[in-house]
Each structure stands twice: as structure tokens, then as C-alpha cells.
């Protein structure tokens, strides 16, 4: 029980904000990742009330180079994140939250390029002392609206079960110019449920 509602609360974090309708790192990171620092996201949650994401400064995991994006929630940072872009998409290689910090191994891709309706990947790997498996697809195209208006945007879902048995389903909603809209996520253990939702209120790009 304590562990199935731990899990839920890391889910309510939205924890990425990226995809691409290019084929290549540079219209990735311009168009569906704006990685300039200072860009914040602030989003409405079902768990947490209003959050923030905000992009901080360049880092490094081991031999990978990042970016910093940190989640603030009534004013305490509770987590960081650090993630980079590649040729084939968008890698999370480490989180950190105030218990400690999680390396991802081997780095997660959570997004991958050229982005199609129907496209799925996987990634198995290490968060923190469990292994996971993620199975991803590319779901569709929709226009959504939020808080912060209409957009046009694609939609990732994702599925997995994290051990011993709490399978978590998401779906997430991303714009051009923009990231991540809208996040709906449900994690089940056993025969308890609890669905967590992020949309966004607004967004400040830095260049």
C-alpha cells in the first residue's frame, strides 16, 4: 500500500516535456523541447495543485551532457531532472528528489525521432534499485485544449509495470513551440487505482 502510493505521487510530477515532428536533434530541441534557460511551464494537477517546471543550467551524467529541468512545487524544488537530445530522441539520464538521487541505466529514451503515428519503442533499464520496462507508441494527432488554450498536438502513450505489480498507463500531449500539454496517467495496484492529470496554465519560452 505505502509503496503504490509513493509510486503515484513521483507519477504526478510530469517528469517530460518533449517530442518532434523532425528527423534530426535541431528541430527536436527548437520545436517540442525548448531547452533555453529560463523557459517555465506551469501546470494544474489533480495531486499537487499548480507546479512549476523550469529549465535550469547545463550538466553532466558520467559522460552525457544535459540539461537541468527542475519541478517546484508551493515554492520547494522536489525534483530534478536532468535530460539531452540525440539523433534518435530525447534521454532522460538522472533524477534526483530530496531522498536522493536515481541514475538511469542505461539512459532512458523518452521520446524517440522521427516521430509517426504508430511507431513504438521500449526501454528496460535501472530507476533507482528496480528494473522497469516501458512500451511506448506514438497513439495519434488531435488538437486538445488546456488551460493555456488549443494546440495541435501529438499524443504519446506508454504502459509498463513496476515490481512487484503496480502497472502505471500514461498518456501524454505535445505541441510544437510549446512541450508537453497534458498529462493523464493511471496506476493500478491490485484493485486500487489512482489517476493523476497535469494540464497546462502557461509557458514562458526562453530563447
Known sequence: ??????????????????????????????????????????????THGDIMMKVGPLAKVGTFGCRIIET?????????????VEGDGVYAYERSYPAGTMR?????RVLAIPVAVGRVWEWTGRIGDQ????KYTWARREKIQVPAGSFDAMQLYFEGLVPPNIQVQTWRWF?????????DSLVSQAD??????????SVKIAR
Open 1 to 46: 500500500m505505502g509503496a503504490f502510493w509513493r509510486f503515484g505521487a513521483v507519477v504526478a510530477i510530469v517528469t517530460v516535456l518533449a517530442a518532434t515532428t523532425g528527423t534530426t536533434a535541431a528541430p527536436l530541441s527548437a520545436a517540442y523541447f525548448p531547452l533555453g534557460q529560463g523557459t517555465i511551464w506551469t501546470y494544474r494537477t489533480n
Open 72 to 84: 517546484v512545487v508551493g515554492g520547494n524544488t522536489t525534483q530534478r531532472e536532468c535530460y539531452g
Open 192 to 201: 486500487q487505482r489512482m489517476r493523476v492529470y497535469a494540464e497546462l496554465v
Open 104 to 108: 538511469l541505466e542505461p539512459p532512458q
Open 131 to 134: 528494473e522497469v520496462t516501458l
Open 175 to 183: 505541441a510544437a513551440g510549446v512541450g508537453m500539454v497534458k498529462e
